[in-house]
């Protein structure tokens, strides 16, 4: 096994050159066992394997830069680059995470998990190495779908200008998470049919020279071609074509399924655990597939992650024009939603948290200024959410709260998130954002609206009422503050809960009750506690007669912690806040 004696790419190097396919067919049996234990990207990776042995052959990394975008195509980097034994040990496999983290090696230049950075950085990597008159090359490898993101033309449209030595690497494997979407991906196929002699050639009407190679899985003919391009004195584009999910026939026959699986059994690419009840997603795919019959004004928007919302390739096509895949795309998705609200659509964007931060400019000048009436589906946005440091979705209550004009609800339970989904596609005073709920889907009639609820105005939903303490807990948390609240009254707390609904704005009125029938008020959080809703209710009782505590998560960039590690280093569990509250009551 050539793999496991591979330390760093001087090993790569050393190595015979017929033996190079052998090696790559070992990174790719890693790839797909080590998902299939814990889950990861498959598709992405699989496609590169090739590519990758092919640049650690013919660069010097950490010498010469490479900066993979998105970095969900760097296992095998990291493999070649001292990390192979994650991917080989299932002991081991906790040293890694899926995304370039400079802490883990200096192969890593940066954090990077989102994507069309990679330009961008290599811009700024090259124009560092050129003053300081050093001569590093400096690569940029750019795939699934990145190239629909506005930062890569922009990064492009800037390393023309620039015209420093910078190596481009287009993964072209025709796919992004799900299908490609955008006009860049027709002229990219049209380069594909004819092996690059297209007239229509963006890159070089970018004014970027321009090269192509039809096979990204011949590894001679890679190692070939870069070695040409090395030490190149200007700025060149290499469109190489490559397979998502290549090797794996499970993961090639269907690339959209296979670009994050979970763990499943190698040799049926069958899932390992039955599939549970349907989540939020099929819950959300589902409820506006059925509007959307009876209201043809009705959009759903996917900034590329359509299965988040639920749009399966079935729902799609059943939604035909009133679903749009605008690609990895995120500012242009939330502009794009203004304008069809403003023209009297009705729009409704799902979107991971942690991708809506790239949109924040947007959000405030284009959606929340001319106070569009568009409905943002928010998920992810828990500590229950993906845990590496490039995808916290955490952040988006400070972020979206404090936006004008934007009412942002957070719903505990099924009957909750339909109600108000219902009731911001009638909106009209605005746009609506929803914290869909990340911790499973539960079903409480005891919290469902009253029939026409209008959430335009908050009105706290008291669920249990007392005088000693009163509990607010936000959405997801809700179910947190029931464990507190009956922990509270075992030791003779009376307590009053509390369901705010509303993570932007105060019910004012009850807060002014609380204070004055409560000796303590608790806010709990599933967010970040800086410029979070806790902080918000605190700073308005402030004049008030009532102590108040605010639980939330430290702002920090806490980097795969597990969920209950994370709380618990904040406080948040049932005994330290009970432990609080006794203190703030003595």
């Given amino acids: 096994m050539y793999l496991e004696r591979i ?37 992405s990776n699989l496609a590169v394997v090739e590519l990758t042995v092919a640049l650690h052959r013919v660069f010097n990394s950490p010498v010469d830069k490479i900066v993979f975008d998105v970095s969900h195509q760097s296992y095998a980097h990291k493999m070649l ?42 811009c700024g990597l090259a124009k560092a190495r050129d003053l300081a008159g050093d001569t590093y090359n400096v690569v940029a490898v750019i795939g699934d779908g990145s190239l629909s993101g506005g930062l890569a033309f922009e990064g492009l449209d800037n390393l023309a200008e620039l015209g420093s030595g910078v190596i481009v690497i287009v993964n072209d494997n025709g796919w992004s998470i799900a299908e490609d979407h955008g006009g860049i991906y027709a002229s990219l196929a049209e380069l594909r049919r004819t092996a690059g002699t297209s007239e229509r050639n963006v890159f070089r009407d970018m004014g970027l ?28 584009v290499l469109h190489v074509c490559t397979v998502k999910g290549r090797g794996y026939e499970p993961a090639e026959a269907n690339p959209e399924a296979w670009h994050h699986p979970k763990p499943f059994d190698v040799a049926t690419g069958l ?30 928007i996917s900034a590329a992650t359509p299965y988040i919302m639920g749009f399966t390739p079935a729902r799609r096509a059943a939604a035909g024009r009133q679903f749009v895949d605008v690609g990895i795309a995120e500012e242009h998705a939330v502009t794009f939603a203004t304008g069809l609200a403003m023209a009297g659509a009705h729009p409704v964007l ?30 992810g946005g828990s500590v229950f959410g993906a845990n590496d440091a490039t995808h916290l979705g955490f952040f988006d209550i400070p972020m979206l709260a404090a936006l004008p004009a934007l009412t942002y609800l957070a719903p505990v339970c099924r009957e909750e998130y339909l109600a108000m989904l219902d009731w911001s596609l009638g909106y009209t005073d605005g746009p609506v954002a929803i914290r869909v709920p990340a911790h499973g889907v539960v079903s409480r009639l005891d919290l469902a609206p ?6 335009a105005r908050p009105r706290y939903q008291v669920v249990r009422s007392g005088s000693d303490v009163a509990l607010l807990a936000l959405g997801t948390f809700f179910e947190l503050g029931e464990r507190v609240a009956d922990a509270l009254a075992r030791v003779g707390i009376r307590v009053t809960l ?30 970040a506690l800086a410029g979070g ?54």
Avoid at 90 to 107: I, K, L, Q, T, W
Avoid at 536 to 560: H, I
């Fill in 7 to 43: 330390s760093s790419p001087a090993d790569v190097q050393a190595l015979d050159a017929s033996l190079l396919p052998s090696l790559c067919a070992e990174i790719r049996r890693a790839i797909v066992d080590s998902s299939a234990a814990a889950g990861g990207h498959v598709g």
């Fill in 81 to 122: 680059t001292g990390r192979a034994a994650a991917y080989l040990d299932p002991a081991r496999a906790g040293e890694v995470s899926g995304f370039s983290n400079p802490a883990e090696s200096p192969h890593d230049l940066f954090s990077v998990g989102h994507t069309s950075t990679s330009v961008s950085l290599a």
């Fill in 209 to 236: 020279d321009y090269r192509f190679l039809a096979d990204g899985h011949d590894v001679a003919a890679l190692v070939e071609t870069f070695s040409e391009l090395r030490g190149t004195d200007h700025p060149v």
């Fill in 271 to 300: 899932p390992r655990a039955a599939a549970g009840a349907p989540g939020y997603d099929e819950i959300t795919g589902s409820h506006l597939l059925e509007r959307m019959a009876a209201d043809p004004k009705l959009v759903a």
């Fill in 350 to 379: 799902g979107i991971y948290g942690t991708f809506l931060q790239r949109a924040y400019d947007e959000l405030w000048h284009d959606l929340c200024l001319n106070g569009a009436p568009a409905t943002l589906l928010v998920f």
């Fill in 450 to 455: 009253a029939a026409g609820e209008d959430f």
């Fill in 498 to 527: 509390v369901n705010p609904r509303s993570a932007s704005d105060l019910d004012e009125a009850c807060l002014d009750e609380l204070a004055c029938s409560h000796r303590v008020v608790v806010t709990l959080e599933d967010g």
């Fill in 533 to 586: 809703w806790g902080e918000r209710v605190a700073a308005y009782l402030g004049s008030r007669d009532v102590r108040v505590r605010c639980f939330g998560l430290d702002k920090s960039f806490p980097n795969r912690v597990p969920a209950d590690e994370l709380l618990a280093a904040c406080g948040i569990t049932v005994p330290a806040i009970v432990s609080d509250v006794e203190a703030l009551l003595r």
